[in-house]
């Protein structure tokens, strides 16, 4: 039974200071000056002509095809993105819609 205790003992000692570390790191993450962007949407178009919104910012354009079209680094909305493409006529032949 002493052996048990101890080794409990041990298991809380060596464990205590990572679940300390846990901790802390928690209330830096959350903190009041913390903000994250995140972007979401890029407005492309294609190889034919055809421009839409894709929720993953494509591969290069050797790559994929897709030409991005506006910010280079994507779009926080998919309202801003659809806007870009309809202010951005001359790329567009056509419009591939979401579903």
Not at 8 to 17: C, E, F, N
Request: charge should be negative; proline fraction near 3%.
């Amino acid at each position: 039974m002493k052996q048990y205790a101890i080794a409990s003992l041990l298991v809380i000692g060596l464990t205590a200071p990572a679940v300390a570390a846990m901790a802390g790191q928690d209330s830096r993450d959350t903190a009041s000056n913390f903000s994250y962007v995140a972007k979401d949407h890029w407005a492309v178009d294609d190889t034919v002509g055809n421009c839409a919104v894709v929720d993953s910012q494509p591969s290069p354009k050797g790559i994929s095809g897709l030409t991005i079209l506006g910010n280079k680094n994507g779009y926080s909305s998919l309202s801003a993105a659809e806007k870009e493409i309809k202010s951005d006529h001359g790329a567009c032949k056509g419009m591939v819609e979401r579903t």
